[in-house]
């Protein structure tokens, strides 16, 4: 009887086991493919960025200078100063922007046309940055461009450079807004109407309304928008580089760090191609720490 016990409690340890297992079988091929396609690479180009290495050859160590050469180098700052130009000037347009289109899509005036509406302003999302980008570049052509067309001007809007970056901000805008429409949309769907319903009875407008209940309520969902929007903006590369190229030299003016990175692989420097790279991720990680620590619930904290 004792040794039938102990089978059993065997048993049912190994099936307590295999349960535990089954979810991890499950998502064993993320964790290979992140393995291999991230942490791999990601631990290698650390390595690289402290080397002087040409793709070809002996590596060669030389610590942080790669580092202190960018620190050093004025394009490599004027790159930094466009991305965050990139980066500042869409960032309210685009939030404000979609969370008011959601506001107004959520509402019961538009509830039966939301199926018309939101694949219409989420569109954009869909189509290529390639495509957009070059329909942008026609868009602002200088001599047959539809802007120049109508406002009947000459104006060389993708060569001057005090107007080249707002033409690459615009299409970012234009691209943007659909895409957080809908995680904005997906976050009011979350609020219980009987909050909004206690509200009205209370007295409260719609104004009061959305800043005094939508908005706090909304802040994990503002908090991811906006980590995501920073990882994407301190990234861009193929926006400014099909807009611009062709039309001038893509010079320092609008060049963002992307192109520092693609720069130096060319040339085959790929130790400093690693640094920049660290760079940015360094910038996008105090970006996003900064703006969770904004974001952040305080009465949470407190508890």
């Not at 861009?236 to 760090?257: K, Q, V, W």
Request: charged share 15%.
């Amino acid at each position: 009887m004792q040794s039938k016990g102990n089978a059993s409690q065997k048993n049912s340890k190994n099936s307590n086991v295999k349960k535990k297992l089954i979810p991890y079988l499950f998502i064993l091929p993320f964790i290979i493919s992140f393995v291999l396609f991230f942490a791999i690479p990601a631990i290698y180009s650390l390595r690289l960025s402290f080397l002087n290495y040409k793709g070809y050859g002996q590596a060669k160590f030389v610590g942080l200078g790669n580092y202190s050469s960018l620190l050093e180098y004025s394009a490599f700052w004027k790159a930094v100063k466009n991305t965050f130009f990139y980066f500042l000037t869409h960032l309210v347009p685009v939030m404000l922007g979609a969370f008011l289109i959601a506001l107004v899509m959520q509402g019961k005036a538009m509830m039966r046309m939301q199926k018309v509406f939101k694949p219409v302003i989420f569109l954009p999302q869909i189509v290529p940055v390639m495509a957009t980008a070059l329909t942008f570049r026609i868009i602002f052509a200088k001599n047959t461009g539809a802007i120049n067309q109508i406002l009947g001007t000459n104006a060389a809007w993708l060569e001057n450079p005090a107007t080249m970056r707002w033409c690459v901000v615009l299409m970012v805008v234009w691209r943007s807004i659909g895409w957080f429409m809908v995680i904005f949309l997906a976050g009011l769907t979350t609020i219980s109407k009987d909050i909004n319903e206690a509200a009205i009875i209370d007295g409260a407008n719609n104004v009061q309304i959305v800043t005094k209940i939508t908005v706090p309520l909304m802040k994990p969902i503002f908090l991811f928008a906006f980590v995501m929007d920073a990882i994407g903006s301190f990234k861009i590369y193929t926006e400014p580089n099909i807009m611009i190229a062709g039309t001038s030299t893509l010079t320092t003016d609008a060049a963002p760090i992307m192109n520092i990175i693609t720069t130096n692989i060319r040339g085959g420097n790929f130790g400093m191609a690693s640094a920049a790279g660290w760079l940015l991720f360094l910038l996008i990680l105090i970006i996003s720490v900064m703006e969770m620590l904004l974001l952040r619930d305080k009465g949470t904290d407190k508890g």
